[in-house]
C-alpha cells in the first residue's frame, strides 16, 4: 500500500493548485506554492500512510481507565455480530458512568481506528501565512462522497492518506488542515456534528484568542484569502464533538459555540511505542 501512495501522489501532483486568482496573490506567487506542494507530495513518509502507525490506547479521564486498539477492535467486531452491522463507519465509546468519551472511525484498512490517531503529524511545507493551508488543501483535493469512492458509508483517510490522495469527504477535507494548522503552532481541532442536519466534519482553530471556523471542503476562492468567518457567526453547524491529536471533547449540550462549561475533555490518545 504505501508504494501505492507513493504513485498517487505523483499523479495527485499534478492537479494541484491553481490558487486565488484575481491578482490574491500572484502568479510567481502561485509557481511557488505549486513547486512546495510537488515537493511535499512525494516527501510524505510512507510509514505515515500505514494504518499501523496509528495504533494506541485511550484513557478515559473520569475514571482513568484505558481502552486499547485491540480492544477496541475486538468489541467493534463483537457489536457488529450483535447487532447485523457490517463495516460500521464510526462509533462513540462512553466512560465507566456512561459518558461520551471517545471515538472511532474506519479506516482504508476497513478496521476501526481512535479519531484521534487520524492525525499523524504531517507538516506539508511552513507557511508565510498561517491560513494558507486552507486554501492549498482545498484547490488540491477534489470532494467525492466514500460512497462513489469507496462504496462504503465512510471511510476516513488519515491526515497523511488524505493529503496524497486526489479525491475525500468532509473530514478527509478536515484532517488535512487540522494536522497542518497544528504543526504550525495553531490551535486547532476537527470537529464532528452536524450541518443542516446532515453529518459533517469541519475544523475549529483559535488565533488570537478569537475562534475561526474553516470549511475545507469549500471550493469558492474568496475575495481575499485572508477573510475568515468567526465561529460565533457561522450559522447551521452543531458540533457534537472534537478532536485534536491527543485529547477528545464532547459537547454535553446543543451549544453551537466551542468553549464553555458545555465542552467536557473526557479522554486521552497516546501512540502506542511502535508507532512512534
Not at 77 to 91: C, D, E, F, I, W
Request: hydrophobic share 40%.
Amino acid at each position: 500500500m504505501a508504494k501505492l501512495f507513493q504513485i498517487l501522489a505523483v499523479i495527485g501532483a499534478v492537479l494541484i493548485i491553481t490558487l486565488l486568482d484575481n491578482g490574491n496573490p500572484s502568479n510567481s506567487f502561485n509557481k511557488q506554492l505549486q513547486t512546495r506542494s510537488q515537493n511535499a507530495l512525494t516527501q510524505i513518509s510512507s510509514k505515515l500512510t500505514t494504518s499501523s502507525y496509528q495504533k494506541g490506547n485511550v484513557e478515559f479521564l473520569s475514571d482513568n481507565k484505558k481502552l486499547s486498539e485491540s480492544t477496541l477492535q475486538a468489541r467493534v467486531k463483537s457489536y457488529s455480530k450483535r447487532h447485523y452491522k457490517k463495516n460500521v463507519p464510526m462509533l462513540v465509546w462512553g466512560d465507566s458512568v456512561s459518558n461520551t468519551a471517545t471515538a472511532s472511525a474506519l479506516g482504508l484498512d476497513w478496521k476501526h481506528h481512535f479519531v484521534s490517531s487520524y492525525l499523524v503529524g504531517i507538516h506539508p511545507f511552513p507557511v508565510e501565512n498561517k491560513w494558507l493551508p486552507l486554501y492549498t488543501i482545498a484547490q488540491m483535493k477534489t470532494y467525492q462522497l466514500d460512497s462513489e469512492q469507496y462504496q462504503a458509508v465512510d471511510l476516513w483517510q488519515n491526515s497523511a492518506q488524505a493529503f496524497i490522495l486526489p479525491r475525500g469527504d468532509c473530514e478527509d477535507h478536515a484532517l488535512i488542515l487540522a494536522d497542518w494548522l497544528i504543526s504550525e503552532g495553531v490551535d486547532a481541532k476537527v470537529v464532528v456534528g452536524t450541518y443542516k442536519d446532515s453529518g459533517h466534519a469541519w475544523v475549529i482553530a483559535t488565533v488570537n484568542n478569537q475562534e475561526f471556523l474553516l470549511e475545507p471542503t469549500a471550493k469558492r476562492i474568496r475575495k481575499s484569502w485572508n477573510h475568515f468567518p468567526l465561529a460565533s457567526l457561522a450559522k447551521n453547524y452543531h458540533p457534537s464533538f472534537m478532536f485534536n491529536r491527543k485529547y477528545f471533547w464532547a459537547n454535553l449540550t446543543k451549544e453551537q459555540t466551542y468553549t464553555g462549561k458545555h465542552w467536557i475533555k473526557t479522554s486521552i490518545f497516546t501512540k502506542a511505542a511502535q508507532s512512534l
